[in-house]
């Protein structure tokens, strides 16, 4: 079993940044992923396999529904706290801290934003505690970065919606116990349906054979003639704008999650760096590999204090949708570039499992493609500066 000795870097003081509570918050979840996490993930990632008994205990470091208020079961934090839990929890692994995003921002979010307080209290405590999973579901076959083209529709049969379509590359969707489905009506607006596992008609086929995220479950959403209570539909939004109101809220937890997983890359390369001797000396003592080092913290130092200040700003209600983006494509660039470095400081013992890189640098190659391709949010920066969307 791997001994994880991570020392978390902290360049530039930002701990001087942080409340006692968010450093409380922080020193739990990190405690917590050395604990749990840390000593069966390379099991997991190499057996692709979601380890389903962290769930308990995601749910008790409050990585499910951090800023939901508590009257609902969640954790009742602001945004910074939320985006130190997803940092710690990428530390351990990017798939993990996929699950804990999905639950938070694209399940539990969307019913407490857009839903009935029938449903906040129906689902919100158990997908807090962990009894209920949730998986979210947008993308399709044909409609990956452009989903307000997406053919998933349902139908007003009088009592009940009638639902048909297919969502892809579903996280939690092997498992979850409901799914949030976007889909139109019959005039084409987009609406969010909340869907239980056990409705007839409604399967979710696992996808194998990734070679990243492994320790995440991936599936299908499929839907022939599945009959949807009409209570079950969130009422308080509809529109594209529903779904990309959660994805700010991933995409924000994605920010600070990268960082974890470069901070895991940084640390085991500097260790790794000061103890391998060759031609007589450290590695870490040849200016090729301090290029690579000091490179790497400037990089993580950077990142840090762009996902505080866009904590401050959420914390305000004043982060932009393009402010979001910016940080999501730049900090998980920041990371797979710092994995690919990593990786090459520890040569050969690299590739192995025996250390977090190679399995890092895999996940991060879904984590540059999911919640917003590393282009999209290139192109969303491009028409916010220039007024003129460059999509089509
Ligand atoms: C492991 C994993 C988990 C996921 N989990 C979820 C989930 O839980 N829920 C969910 O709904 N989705 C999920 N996704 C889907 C993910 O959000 C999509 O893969 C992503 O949005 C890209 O869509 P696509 O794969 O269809 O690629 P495409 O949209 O086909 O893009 C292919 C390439 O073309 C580029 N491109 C597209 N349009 C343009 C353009 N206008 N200009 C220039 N370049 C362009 C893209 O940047 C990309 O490089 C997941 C994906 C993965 C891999």
Request: aromatic fraction near 8%.
């Amino acid at each position: 079993m791997r001994t994880d000795n991570f020392q978390a870097p902290d360049y530039y003081n930002l701990d001087e940044l942080l409340t006692e509570e968010h450093k409380i918050v922080r020193d739990a979840a990190r405690k917590w992923v050395k604990r749990e996490v840390s000593p069966i993930i390379e099991d997991a990632a190499q057996k692709a396999e979601f380890p389903k008994s962290i769930i308990s205990g995601l749910a008790e470091i409050g990585a499910f529904g951090p800023y939901i208020p508590e009257e609902y079961g969640g954790a009742g934090l602001d945004q910074i706290s939320y985006g130190l839990i997803m940092q710690e929890i990428e530390r351990g692994d990017s798939g993990v801290r996929s699950t804990a995003s999905v639950q938070s921002s694209l399940v539990m979010y969307p019913i407490y934003k857009y839903g009935t307080e029938e449903q906040r209290k129906k689902y919100l405590p158990k997908l807090a505690s962990g009894e209920f999973m949730g998986c979210f579901g947008l993308t399709e076959p044909d409609h990956g970065s452009n989903p307000a083209g997406m053919t998933t529709n349902f139908k007003d049969k009088g009592d009940h919606y009638l639902l048909n379509g297919a969502k892809m590359w579903i996280s939690n969707a092997p498992f979850a116990d409901i799914a949030i489905v976007w889909a139109k009506d019959e005039n084409g607006r987009i609406h969010g349906l909340i869907v239980e596992r056990g409705m007839e008609g409604f399967t979710t086929p696992e996808t194998h054979n990734k070679w990243s995220l492994r320790a995440s479950a991936t599936g299908e959403l499929i839907f022939n003639n599945v009959k949807v209570p009409k209570e079950n539909l969130m009422p308080n939004k509809s529109g594209l704008g529903a779904p990309l109101g959660c994805l700010d809220s991933a995409r924000y937890g994605i920010a600070w999650g990268a960082i974890g997983a470069a901070m895991d890359c940084y640390d085991t390369a500097l260790r790794y760096a000061k103890e391998r001797i060759q031609f007589d000396k450290p590695i870490a003592g040849t200016q090729l590999q301090q290029k690579k080092l000091a490179e790497m913290i400037t990089e993580i130092t950077k990142a840090q204090l762009m996902a505080w200040r866009l904590g401050v700003l959420r914390n305000e209600g004043k982060a932009t949708s393009a402010q979001i983006s910016m940080a999501k494509r730049n900090n998980v660039e920041m990371a797979i570039t710092i994995a690919r470095e990593a990786r090459q400081v520890l040569g050969g013992m690299g590739i192995t499992g025996e250390y977090s890189i190679m399995r890092h640098m895999m996940n991060l190659e879904s984590v540059i493609t999911y919640e917003g391709t590393h282009d999209i949010h290139l192109l969303i920066t491009g028409m916010d500066i220039t007024g003129i969307p460059a999509f089509q």
